[in-house]
């Protein structure tokens, strides 16, 4: 049984470039979250995703990060027009469908962007 | 308040020794506190985790101390093993599926 899988695992951008992230929940698994960890720091809540439904966005930035799972396919999160502070490491969780408790989060292995 | 402060930044400690790091919270509402490995490159990994009803949780050589009243909890490594070389985040979670991370300890354990 594979774990979360997230895609790609280093990623180099331009500022100004878009950045695509995509994150593949453990199978049978239909939540999905994303958090930023910048070097040094622990790691902080993005956004939180159900299939076809953004249920907890209160970590996004308001501008430039957006985030969707859809229907069919991995969950991506998109950075347009990128800064240099955008440089972190971008962690993917999942959880069953009956989640309702942390201890059923499941980390992937993380995406670093850096953006030049 | 959502925050979870921890302490210390690093550590090292020696083969055998016991390692001990300290989180505070704030939020009374956060009803589960779990604790979280991490190795260079690698995600969060679940260590173990203890709720608010308990004040003690042993796994193997790793120990939660929890103290409601002060809104603190610790981890302890008993025995520390050189594998045990990893950056430890504390966390603690309320309703609606999100973790608050404290900031993290780097831990080194000398040979």
């Known amino acids: 049984n594979a774990g979360v899988m997230q895609n790609p695992r280093h990623l180099v951008r331009r500022r100004g470039q878009e950045a695509r992230l995509r994150c593949s929940p453990m199978?049978?698994?239909?939540?999905v979250y994303w958090y930023r960890q910048l070097p040094e720091e622990g790691l902080k809540f993005m956004v939180y995703?159900?299939?076809?439904?953004?249920?907890?966005e209160s970590g996004m930035p308001k501008e430039r990060f957006s985030a969707e799972f859809p229907k069919e396919g991995p969950s991506i999160l998109r950075i347009q027009q990128v800064v240099r502070g955008d440089s972190a490491a971008y962690f993917c969780?999942?959880?069953?469908?009956?989640?309702?408790?942390?201890?059923?989060?499941?980390f992937g292995p993380g995406t670093r962007l850096l953006v030049l | 308040q959502q925050q979870v402060k921890q302490s210390p930044q690093s550590l090292i400690v020696q083969k055998g020794g016991i390692s001990i790091i300290n989180c505070a919270y704030e939020n009374t509402a956060f009803d589960y506190f779990p604790w979280y490995q991490q190795f260079p490159g690698k995600g969060p990994a679940l260590l173990i985790a203890i709720r608010p009803d308990v004040s003690e949780k042993k796994e193997g050589r790793f120990t939660i101390s929890f103290n409601k009243s002060a809104k603190q909890f610790s981890l302890h490594i008993m025995d520390s093993q050189p594998g045990d070389s990893a950056t430890y985040f504390c966390a603690a979670f309320v309703g609606g599926n999100k973790l608050t991370f404290g900031g993290g300890t780097r831990v080194l354990v000398k040979p």
């Open positions: 969780a999942s959880s069953p469908p009956l989640a309702t408790r942390g201890e059923t989060q499941y």
């Open positions: 199978k049978g698994h239909s939540h």
């Open positions: 995703l159900q299939k076809e439904n953004i249920i907890d």
